[in-house]
């Protein structure tokens, strides 16, 4: 039934252009993933750019996701979220093993995703570290368009890189990455990731991965035009630490800037969740995860769809989870 709780497999697109997977299915107790099946694509209604048939998650009936949600979206994601958003689920979630550093990219807002792309959002996006390592966010210094175009048509890599602000993350630790902000996450680095539903990048480094840069990197609008969708504006440090949390154990795990865009709850064993659509990435242990609409036997690695008309639902056992939801309707 459309209520029940479902642990949805990995849905990893293939041949991705960084290297990684192995520490996703490894999580997971899957067979061990291709060695560029960096991504886990969660209860996706988003399909990677240019390739309509790929990264859609596909439900036990045989249906889509979206194509479920299209035709009941009151049962799927509530009656206050279908009154102002109708069949958009407004999140997509996903597992990263960055098994090289990601190159430095950046991701269009909405307004600038609709007007030149004709897409309904842009893509902020947010990190919930698994494993350590080093993130890279935000423009150190205030940077010219033309020195900026210079470095991307020159690939002076580690100029590129040096502008930006690293960051130490550790488990435990979430950064909010908004619209615009060049980023690139370092090698070693899993994480869970949750952004609006989108694939949209504008990539600013290929010289050492599996991309024709001056043909993908643009989003096929010429970088003339893609580079205004970057900040230019170099964040203070105190900005760069207002877009991260440390450590949080319970309850709300991002910054407040990000609830626009998305939410994610740390929840323990004996945890009620509210009602609503969310993703549930179990991070620890074994149990039930219990609602009235079943009793769902889940561990370390699963992640789980809760539809909203499930009703709330309660982590049993010695569960620990993330719970990824859209923005409050």
Known sequence: MDTDPIVLPSNRPADRFYRGGRRITDLRGEPAAGDHEPEDWIASTTSVFAQPDVGPTVLPDGRTLADAVAADPERWLGAAHAARWGSDTRLLVKLLDAGQRLPVHAHPDTPFARQHLGHAHGKAEAWCILEPGTVHLGLRRDVPA????????????????????????????????????????????????????????????????????????????????????????????????????????????????????????????????????????????????????????????????????????????GLTALVCRPPAP
């Open 146 to 317: 033309d020195e900026l175009r210079a470095l991307v048509d020159e690939q002076r890599v580690e100029e590129l890189l040096a502008l930006l602000n690293p960051i130490e993350v550790r488990a435990g630790d979430a950064v909010l990455v908004p619209p615009g902000q060049l980023h690139a996450i370092g090698e070693g680095v899993l994480l869970l990731e949750v952004q609006e539903p989108e694939d949209l990048s504008i990539l600013l480094e290929w010289r050492d991965f599996a991309l024709d840069g001056p043909r993908d990197g643009h989003l096929g609008l010429g970088f003339d035009r893609a580079l205004q969708a970057t900040d230019l504006v170099a964040r203070s440090a105190e900005e760069v630490e207002a877009l991260v949390t440390r450590g949080r154990d319970a309850g709300p795990v991002l910054p407040a800037a990000a609830g626009s865009f998305f939410r994610v709850d740390r929840a323990a064993a004996g945890t009620e969740l509210e009602a609503g659509f969310a993703v549930v990435v179990v991070t620890a242990g074994t149990g039930v995860l219990s609602s009235s609409a079943a009793d769902l036997q889940v561990q370390a690695g699963d992640t789980v769809l809760v539809p909203a008309a499930a009703g709330p639902a309660v982590l049993g056992g």
